[in-house]
């Protein structure tokens, strides 16, 4: 679907992206030309619950953590129920379904949400997205963790942490204001990989040899189907198995392993957009900017121009 109809996805800045055949809405960040692509949302009264519809069921593209200060609750991944309880810490990846249907329990409680794009963290800007599931920053959102529990010692190091990113997002314009929003977020992703389990997750041969087909082809102008057709499956299957095992089909990461490209060379190089298209797998300068600006609400040139402000 296209992106004529937009709304909100709940406590996040973001935008109705799709919707998939089951109806999930999957949402996708809304970012503001200068600003660091991270929202930080406090549910602390009945009121900040209230705006929840019942079972809201969705996805989204960007990375959420979720502390529960106090209270407690439940919501859904994939179908997959998760308690919340005071102290836990839990991640949600791209492409993952959120089901909200009892987490108003948390009204007489205390939770905070972050959302974010890699964008966000100086340590991921130019990471592959095809080995976000592998990067030491992200062990929480590895499909074998997911979630975690904070000593209770050093809980109010994490009510300090987003209380300040909090502040600092408040007033971008501030002096050090970038600096401070990725260092406080890289902390705490460092917090929140240290929970999680130290043994790494048992790749999956089948995402494996789809993601190094990617890597392989992606900067040529290869489709899905180009995709599928060499690895012998159609691109009906593959898709289908991809998402069920990775949350995103197969154009999605075909697309965002072109797009983290296409950033990376705007932020690190001065090459005109013609080359910048050619070297990502895109038509020519003129579709670069159509899907750029269609993906991020800005044209490459003017978002260049923001990146050289960020830390």
Do not use: C, K
């Not at 389990?197 to 102008?221: K, L, Q």
């Amino acid at each position: 679907m296209g992106h004529s109809s937009v709304s909100d996805s709940p406590g996040v800045r973001s935008s109705l992206h799709t919707v998939r055949a089951d109806g999930t809405p999957v949402y996708r960040y809304r970012q503001r030309p200068g600003i660091p692509p991270i929202s930080v949302t406090r549910y602390d009264t009945e009121a900040a619950h209230s705006s929840l519809p019942p079972d809201h069921r969705h996805a989204h593209d960007f990375f959420v953590l979720v502390y529960v200060e106090e209270g407690m609750g439940s919501f859904t991944v994939d179908g997959a129920e998760r308690p919340l309880r005071a102290g836990e810490v839990h991640a949600v990846s791209p492409g993952q379904v959120i089901g909200v249907a009892t987490v108003a329990e948390l009204t007489r409680g205390r939770a905070w949400s972050v959302a974010f794009t890699p964008d966000a963290v100086p340590a991921l800007r130019s990471v592959s997205p095809l080995v976000w599931m592998h990067h030491p920053l992200l062990a929480l959102f590895s499909s074998s963790a997911g979630h975690g529990r904070i000593a209770e010692p050093d809980q109010p190091n994490w009510s300090a942490w987003l209380a300040d990113l909090a502040a600092e997002l408040a007033d971008p314009g501030r002096l050090g204001a970038p600096e401070a929003v990725a260092a406080l977020l890289t902390r705490l992703l460092v917090a929140a990989a240290r929970l999680a389990a130290s043994a790494p997750a048992t790749p999956d041969p089948f995402v494996e040899r789809v993601f190094a087909e990617i890597e392989a082809t992606f900067r040529e102008p290869v489709s899905a189907a180009d995709v599928a057709r060499t690895l012998g499956y159609t691109p009906g299957h593959l898709t289908t198995v991809l998402r069920r095992r990775t949350g995103r089909p197969l154009l999605e990461w075909i697309t965002e392993r072109r797009m983290t490209e296409v950033r990376r060379m705007l932020r690190e190089t001065d090459l005109p957009l013609d080359a910048v298209a050619a070297q990502t797998g895109l038509r020519d300068a003129t579709y670069l900017v159509r899907r750029f600006r269609d993906r991020y609400g800005i044209t490459p040139q003017r978002w260049r121009r923001t990146q050289r402000a960020w830390p």
